[in-house]
């Protein structure tokens, strides 16, 4: 499903934020990615977004190799995955449910469609009766849902979570974690990067260690 | 949900911040009126001078050995001429009477003893005959009979104010290209502000799959918009000064040449001007948009 086949990534300003990383996930597979800070672990989401490229080596998602994508073929790619965020990154001046319904949109699914499949994952994350919400409105842990509900509106193959649980308390982030296990449960491969490590080892799955831009453990 | 397109990427844009986009407008109609009123100035022009071609006439002065008869010889060939609509014979009795008449030198005349008067044919060219080349053939053709001793066309001065007519029509050209230009840029800045305002929104789009195209065709429709409705605002502007500034013109008009018709932008000049404010809203939106879309990447 993704494969990182000796890949670096080096910043021309900061230096090798990636040096010779290799593994493979497989599909339904759900694994996180620890490390300290600064070690590269938002790096290597980025370059599986396609949000950067590669200095060297070679990065596959579905069989494709993403040094091989064009520029205009990237928001395709884009939508294979359901990206979520730290800070959340939700559009403050609109509702919950416009939030939820760009990916939609700009998929160009028709209103129907989209009015029932936002319906229908507000329900699956928790927060039925809240389309009308600003984000503002909302709780830390319910923004976080509604980033969630964002990214997996789409059903996308892939989740990739960038510290999805950093700005939230440990009873909201075990929710957020219980809720990534279902998408996992359906076929959904699923890569998480973060430093807290009780929610890792709670999890039982596998652990990918980065440090300093190095892959340390698998 | 049914709104959704038109909330998240849309024109209604310009209805949340409706002071800075009437301000654009604003500007962007003066541009447009400007070419407007000078194309209008020149078209109307242009106009009088149609009428004043058709004033074009060849006066014909007969030589003194010419005879009466003789005269009258000639002005029955030249009625057959192909590219003669009409004559007028003026007998040298005619001409000494009108002379009296229009000249106030009369008393001066009466003491000579026989008239010194030629007879005059005037010719009025057919119609058909509307370049200056083709009425001097004219003008040389009859130069040449022996009956006529002098040949004058009056039309220097038509030939002149053509001239100036030409020189006004470039002016227009090059001010409406150069304020074409102004109103690309001035979209351009516009449009760019407002990619530079919703630049956030630019980068979440991108990051759930959102191509250029999906995230340019509202900033496209802004740029639609802006040239559009400055369009109409430039042509209440243009319509509104003649209105103004007809009175006064048809009074001039009246006093110089008997007639007046001033002339308003007609139903095809209108539709040019809107489908052109419209394109150059959205040519001004879409280079910026082809130069600064790819450069808002997620970081």
Redesign the interface.
Known sequence: MIKFDHVSKRYSEVGDALVDVSFTMTKGEMVFLTGPSGAGKSTLLKLI?R?ESVSRGQVFLEGQNLNRIS??EV??I??KMG?IFQDY???ND?TV??NI???L???GYS?QD??RR?RAVLDKVGLAGKEKSYPLSLSGGEQQRVGIA?AVV?KPSVILADEPTGNLDPVLATEIMHLFKQFKQVGVTVLIATHDLSQVIDSGCRQLTLEQGRLVSD | MVHLQALLFSLGQQLRTPFSSLLTIAVLSISIALSGTFYLAVKNITHLTGHLESSNQITLFLGQQVSDQDGRWLLTRLEKHRNIQSTRFITKTEGLKDFEQFSGFGDALKALSRNPLPMVIQVFPRLSLTTPQQLQQLLDELKALPEVAVAKIDMQWVQRLKAIIVLAERGVLVLASILSFAVIFITGNTIRLELQNRQEEVVIAKLVGATNGFIARPFLYSGFWYGLLAGLLAWLMITGLMALLQPPMEQLMTLYLGYQEVVFLSVWDSVILLVVSAALGVLGSWGVLVSQLSRLTPE
């Open positions: 977004a949000v520029e205009r928001p395709f884009r939508r990206l990154k939700l559009l609109r449910a416009d319904a760009l990916p949109l700009i998929a209103h989209i009015k936002v964002r789409n």
